[in-house]
């Protein structure tokens, strides 16, 4: 099988099957704005989000580094999404992954993690400064374990995996981008795709969402890590500056309430059939926000980072929402 050249259109396994996911036209938004908002299809990826890059970056560095050998074992703390992608390249490549994830992350999450057959560790929602939160408690299992530690905020391979596949893909989808905007956990995708249009065109504008209740927009406007309010999006916003965005080419920041995500995720499900997370919903109205502030005519580029099926306790859960004070799907409304 080896010595047979695959023809064009055929991937090799799942690790041919990450990436190269199409970039979408937002019609509603680029018709209100007047500019062509594009968003880049990660929820399409065989893991359902944006993560899968991140997880076979990381493992592709840690067998080159050599610290990760033949059925050996990476641990790594993650809202989900990265255990997603990083169990499916550790299964199609014969290594064993435990996964440590905060218990509030949505059910579907966790289902799917023991779905695909993760070491699933649940641990209670800590802040960053307490010593049992998810990342430390992974940090501690792979010393004392002596596992890989993925350490997907710090480790660049993150962000060098977007900056050579996500970034290089809108270049080469896109052509000419006139400024791209995203929400960050590990900011690895925007750092990443930063970096490769910035290097294409040093005229592109790199705008950094944030959801309420985390410390970025502060940080990028003012310097400072304070943060208010709270969010019901998951795997964005950060009460720290990870390594992954340490030095990547930010203009701006901008802050995206929960109502303006929910608005955007509510209206692309039912207007143009495309059913977003949470984070996805922040990135688009950011978009929005970029575009309405840079005029008509520009090409604004996002990131569509997962489905809506993964959060559909949630997002989709009336009686979730009005517990919230929140929005709920028009069509659902009892
Ligand atoms: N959206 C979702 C749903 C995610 O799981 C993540 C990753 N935690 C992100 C956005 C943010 O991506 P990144 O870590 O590259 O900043």
Redesign the pocket.
């Known amino acids: 099988m080896d010595s047979v050249t695959p023809a064009s259109g055929i991937a090799r396994g799942l690790l041919g099957a990450i990436g190269n996911t199409p970039l979408i036209r937002l019609e509603r938004a680029s018709a209100a704005t007047g500019c062509e908002i594009l968003g880049k299809a990660e929820f399409m990826n065989p893991g359902g989000?944006?993560?899968d890059r991140?997880g076979l970056a990381i493992i592709q560095a840690a067998i080159a580094d050599g610290s990760l050998k033949p059925g050996g074992t990476i641990v790594e703390g993650?809202?989900?999404?990265?255990g997603i992608g990083i169990t499916l390249v550790a299964n199609a490549l014969g290594f064993r992954a435990v996964i440590v994830m905060p218990e509030t992350q949505s059910q579907e999450k966790i289902d799917f993690l023991r779905m695909i057959g993760a070491d699933l560790r649940l641990v209670p929602a800590k802040p960053f400064k307490d010593p049992g939160n998810y990342v430390h408690v992974s940090r501690r299992l792979a010393e004392e374990n002596n596992w890989v530690w993925a350490n997907?905020?710090d480790n660049l391979a993150?962000?060098e995996g977007?900056r050579t596949t996500t970034g290089a893909e809108i270049i080469a989808q896109a052509g000419r981008v006139d400024a791209f905007t995203?929400?960050?956990?590990?900011?690895?995708?925007?750092a990443?795709v930063a970096m490769a249009l910035k290097a294409h065109d040093p005229r592109v504008r790199i705008t950094l969402a944030d959801p309420m209740g985390s410390a970025l927009y502060n940080w990028r406007t003012h310097g400072t890590l304070e943060m208010e309010g709270t969010s019901i999006?998951?795997?964005?916003g950060q009460s720290r500056v990870p390594a992954?965005l340490d030095g990547a080419p930010i203009d701006d920041a901008i802050q995206v309430t929960d109502e303006e995500a929910l608005e955007q995720v509510f209206d692309l499900t039912i207007h143009e059939g495309i059913c977003l997370?949470?984070?996805?919903g922040i990135?688009v109205a950011a978009a929005i926000k970029v575009a309405r502030a840079m005029g008509p005519g520009h090409r604004v580029v996002t990131?569509l980072?997962?489905g809506g099926s993964?959060y559909q306790s949630k997002l989709f859960n009336t009686e979730f929402l009005r517990g919230k004070g929140l929005p709920t799907p028009p069509w659902m409304a009892a």
Not at 78 to 82: I, L
Not at 233 to 236: A, D, L, N, Y
Not at 277 to 280: D, I, N, T, V
């Open positions: 989000s944006v993560k991140a993650t809202a989900g999404n990265t997907q905020f993150n962000r977007h995203c929400a960050c956990g590990t900011g690895g995708t925007l990443g999006t998951e795997g964005i992954n997370g949470g984070s996805a990135n990131i980072c997962d993964r």
